[in-house]
């Protein structure tokens, strides 16, 4: 073999057992590496407990309730298998709304409510203006059946 | 008569032919990216859920894009270079490199003032972030382990090890946001179609094209220097017409 064709093996060689390396340890680290647990997750006891961490799914449509003070809001985080309530005092994004990814990072406490510190909005990879995403709903709204299937859809991407 | 294939391998015959391309690329950066900015602020229709503030993505997404394609382009050079161990392949990959910082910079300042209105957050260490910032420290590791070397031939090796190794990221930004539950979306433009209104693609498309042409236009200008000053003492760059 030449020295430049050596040379290519063992670079070649080299990545592919670095990536194999890489990749094993991010598998390992899955749970560390995603952002946070889904609500299935959390009931089944995989989030930490006694300690912060972040729930994301979508807000349940007709969960949204607010207090009398105007800053205390209460909702349920879904990811159409199984839903955790969160109550959470502060501002929210402009984008939370019903039906749309949300993340909320705290803690779980007594009361069986997660007490959020932090709530962001997760939106969609998708782009159209206001005429098109009204043409959608209508043509969802005239199908109920669609409208179940468009509604796991997100949840599903996001896995 | 047979092509000689490697003519433009050579830095003294490289450096004339990099100099009258400048322009075909220079040029029409400007004007891909004067359309791409008309295209997407004033023909792409506003976004049905984040308004006006969804036009960073014609920065965002292009710079993005070319921080990883560059990140691979310059790794391949620097491969080039040390397998071979031709020179131009090395010096290119150290004219790549600061293009490249400054495409993963743009990704994240602009995914910082998109990720505040939207989300509600300048920064989230999810999967997708964090590894483009990885990203951007390794293209400043590239430059600075290159620059702390003074023999340029033992920086190019010891700087072609670490873009190489480096490498292994840029699959893991890509996939990151399939593989693992991140706050950033999913990806627009798919190997299977593109999940966006004609006309926002549009604008998208040209502005990446433009940064392209930018991206090849400020390498080739830049690899010029690099030759200039590392064949300083070449009798063919003193008897050139800008240096006597």
């Known amino acids: 073999m030449k020295p430049r064709q050596k040379r290519l093996m063992y670079i070649l060689v080299g990545v592919a057992g670095l990536a194999i390396a890489v990749g094993l340890v991010l598998f390992a680290l899955k749970n560390n590496v995603s952002l946070y647990f889904t609500p299935t997750q959390v009931m089944n006891k995989e989030a930490p407990q006694g300690r912060s961490f972040r729930i994301g799914g979508l807000v349940e449509v007709g969960s949204v309730q607010r207090q009398a003070d105007g800053l205390t809001v209460h909702f349920n985080i879904t990811d159409m298998v199984k839903t955790m309530p969160v109550v959470y005092k502060g501002i929210l994004p402009d984008l939370f709304k019903e039906g749309k990814g949300v993340v909320a990072q705290g803690k779980m406490e007594a009361d069986g409510l997660m007490h959020a510190e932090e709530v962001l909005a997760k939106h969609d990879e998708n782009y159209m203006p206001p005429e098109a995403a009204d043409a959608i709903k209508r043509a969802q709204e005239a199908s109920a059946a669609t409208e179940a299937v468009d509604a796991i859809k997100p949840a599903a991407k996001t896995k | ?244």
Request: net charge positive; with cysteine; charged share 10%.
């Open chain 2, 1 to 244: 008569m047979a092509i000689n294939w490697f003519k433009y391998s050579a830095p003294s015959t490289f450096y004339g032919l990099a100099g009258k391309l400048v322009p075909f690329f220079a040029i029409p950066a400007a004007v891909l990216f004067a359309i791409g900015m008309y295209i997407g602020f004033f023909v792409a229709p506003v976004d049905a859920v984040q308004g006006e503030a969804y036009r960073i993505i014609f920065i965002h997404v292009p710079a993005s894009i070319l921080s990883m394609f560059l990140y691979l382009i310059m790794a391949g050079y620097a491969a080039l270079g040390l397998i071979f161990n031709t020179r131009l392949s090395s010096m290119m990959a150290t004219a790549l490199a600061p293009t490249g910082a400054l495409f993963a910079f743009i990704s994240l300042w602009t995914g910082a003032l998109w990720g505040k209105p939207m989300w509600g957050a300048w920064w989230v260490w999810d999967a997708r972030l964090t590894s483009e910032l990885i990203l951007l420290f390794l293209y400043f590791g590239f430059i600075a382990l290159h620059a702390s070397i003074d023999d340029p031939r033992r920086a190019d090796r010891a700087a072609a090890l670490l873009a190489i190794v480096g490498s292994v990221n840029v699959p893991i930004i890509y996939f990151s946001v399939k593989w693992w539950n991140t706050l950033h979306q999913g990806s627009t433009i798919k190997f299977t179609g593109t999940s966006m209104h004609i006309a926002m693609q549009q604008a998208m498309f040209v502005t990446l094209l433009a940064c392209w042409m930018y991206a090849v236009a400020v390498a080739l200008v830049r690899v010029r220097s690099i030759i200039l000053d590392r064949e300083r003492t070449t009798q063919w760059v003193s008897e050139l017409k800008e240096i006597a």
